[in-house]
Structure formats: structure tokens, C-alpha cells
């Protein structure tokens, strides 16, 4: 198990051991926040995330969610050309995750008004897309590789792969205004296609993408 694995399951451990009641704060009842993914398939950033809930009857909150991930084979593997400029040897596709979610955030932990942590258990899934966009390498006149081109240089010539996306994860908000909200996501999401992502030529693909990821939000209540 990778470290980054290792990391979200302490996280999910501890809090699930140490989740207590506190009185409830419901001033507000709709929320929107806006993330930044990490994930075990991505590079440096993965992507970006959009969430926005409301609540129920119950106290909890109905969720609809939009994901833009940039998904990373395992198998990849930087190669520096003659030029300086990095490329991957083998590489087909990029995958770019287009994901739709529908879910719910359960109340764990309620933070006192003005301070404190709120827990939420969050379980989400909906449809996701797969944009299978080419991975262009540029040569010089000579036919060497010079590096790879543009990163969405091929993004309209992608073929549509359709999937569907489940998840499930922690949340824990901060923030001193009740009009505000910010915070981490800790969890795990499944993507599976319809078929293999063809995005290595020298290396399996695979149609299920399973992800530990940790996204970090703000937002606002109302």
C-alpha cells in the first residue's frame, strides 16, 4: 500500500474513533464550495471540483457535484528529449474525468457556532466522462522528439468513453464565519468505463480506475 493510500486510511480511522455530539448549528441551508484535487492517478494537481448542497428535512445535505480530473496511467514515466523538454515514451491518450455526482453529506461531528471542525461522511456517484485526448510529441526537422505538445492540443479530437463514478469520503470544515466555509475532502472514488482507456502503448489499460484522493475547498453558506 502506498503512503498516500497509508494517509487517507489513518485519517479515516482515527476520525471514525473519535466522532462525538454537539449541538447543532443550522443557520444556514444551502453551501457551495470549489476544490482542488490531488489523487493517487494525477500529477502535481488533478483537477478541480464543484459542490453544491442542500439541506434536508433531516439536517443533512443533498449534494450535486461536478469533477474536471486529469487521470495519470501508473505506467507513465518522464523521458527528458535532446531539447531539454520532457515527454513520456509510449504514451497514447490523456484521460481527462468528467464526472457528475449525486450524493449525500451525513452530519458526523457539529462544530460549535464560530470555531471548531465539522465532520461530514460524504457517499456520492453519478455518470463520468472520459475524454480519451491524443498525446501529441513534436519533432524538429530532423524527425527527433523535441517534447510532448500542448497539454489539450488534441482536445477536440478526443473519443467519449462513458462510465460511471461512485465515492466515498471524510469531510472536515473550518472557518470562524457562518457565511463561509473551508476545508479538506479525504477519501476513495472508483471511475469505471465502458472500456479500456487506450492511454499506453507499451503497458496494460484498464477500464476501472480506483483513486484515494484528499481535496481541498472554500466556499460559501447561506
Same mark, same amino acid.
Given at each position: 500500500?502506498?503512503?498516500?493510500?497509508?494517509?487517507? #486510511? @489513518? !485519517?479515516?480511522?482515527?476520525?471514525?474513533?473519535? #466522532? @462525538?455530539?454537539?449541538?447543532?448549528?443550522?443557520?444556514?441551508?444551502?453551501?457551495?464550495?470549489?476544490?482542488?484535487?490531488?489523487?493517487?492517478?494525477?500529477? @502535481?494537481?488533478?483537477?478541480?471540483?464543484?459542490?453544491?448542497?442542500?439541506?434536508?428535512?433531516?439536517?443533512?445535505?443533498?449534494?450535486?457535484?461536478?469533477?474536471? !480530473?486529469? #487521470?495519470?496511467?501508473?505506467?507513465?514515466?518522464?523521458?527528458?528529449?535532446?531539447?531539454?523538454?520532457?515527454? !513520456?515514451?509510449?504514451?497514447?491518450?490523456?484521460?481527462?474525468a468528467i464526472r457528475g455526482q449525486y450524493g449525500r453529506d451525513f452530519l458526523l461531528f457539529n462544530k460549535a457556532p464560530q470555531q471548531g471542525v465539522q465532520i461530514n461522511l460524504v457517499l456520492a456517484g453519478g455518470p463520468s466522462v472520459g475524454l480519451e485526448a491524443p498525446y501529441k510529441i513534436d519533432y524538429d526537422q530532423n524527425n527527433t522528439v523535441v517534447g510532448r505538445g500542448f497539454m489539450f492540443q488534441g482536445l477536440f479530437e478526443s473519443n467519449i468513453v462513458l462510465g460511471v463514478n461512485v465515492k466515498t469520503s471524510l469531510s472536515f470544515e473550518f472557518g470562524t464565519l457562518k457565511s463561509s466555509v473551508s476545508g479538506f475532502e479525504a477519501g476513495f472514488l472508483l471511475d469505471a468505463y465502458s472500456r479500456k482507456i487506450d492511454m499506453m502503448s507499451d503497458a496494460e489499460n484498464y477500464a476501472v480506475w480506483p483513486t484515494a484522493f484528499i481535496t481541498l475547498f472554500y466556499g460559501s453558506r447561506k
Open positions: 500500500m502506498s503512503s498516500f493510500y497509508k494517509i487517507i #486510511v @489513518l !485519517i479515516l480511522l482515527v476520525t471514525g474513533t473519535t #466522532v @462525538l455530539a454537539q449541538e447543532r448549528n443550522d443557520d444556514f441551508t444551502i453551501e457551495n464550495t470549489w476544490g482542488i484535487n490531488k489523487n493517487t492517478r494525477s500529477g @502535481l494537481i488533478g483537477g478541480f471540483v464543484f459542490k453544491h448542497g442542500v439541506r434536508n428535512s433531516s439536517g443533512n445535505f443533498t449534494t450535486y457535484g461536478l469533477e474536471l !480530473i486529469d #487521470v495519470r496511467h501508473p505506467a507513465e514515466l518522464k523521458t527528458i528529449s535532446n531539447s531539454g523538454n520532457s515527454f !513520456i515514451i509510449g504514451k497514447r491518450n490523456y484521460l481527462f
